[in-house]
């Protein structure tokens, strides 16, 4: 299995910035993509930003222009850097990884979830 591990959330003022990261551990052979994800309360659980290993970057329409998502490929960890908060960006934050643990019976496809890190924007 492949543990996700996220930190860097908290209360923040509307405006302000964040910076999430996400280690992955385990017997991972491969991380394809990795990602954020977030889900506000009564609300479904909505893409951010997805990167893959060689750096292709995807955002959220709503996120863009104001989010950057980057990967230390050595580390196996993501990074989502939030600038200019708004209310609207408050909810949990998830990070998916996805890619292939080496087992004994050869390699295995994962799709992995961090516990989620909360995110509060309020003045």
């Known amino acids: 299995q492949v543990q996700l591990v996220e930190s860097g959330g908290g209360p923040v003022q509307p405006g302000g910035s964040l910076r999430l990261p996400c280690a992955a551990s385990g017997s991972i052979f491969r991380l394809n993509s990795m990602g954020w994800y977030r889900q506000a309360p009564g609300k479904q659980r909505e893409l951010v930003a997805t990167?893959?290993?060689?750096?292709?970057?995807y955002y959220a329409d709503s996120v863009k222009g104001r989010f950057t998502i980057s990967r230390d490929n050595a580390k196996n960890t993501v990074y989502l850097q939030m600038n200019s908060l708004k209310p609207e960006d408050t909810a949990v934050y998830y990070c998916n990884a996805r890619g292939f643990i080496l087992r004994t019976t050869g390699l295995q496809q994962f799709d992995d979830w961090g516990q989620g890190t909360q995110v509060t924007v309020s003045s």
């Open positions: 990167i893959t290993n060689g750096g292709s970057t």
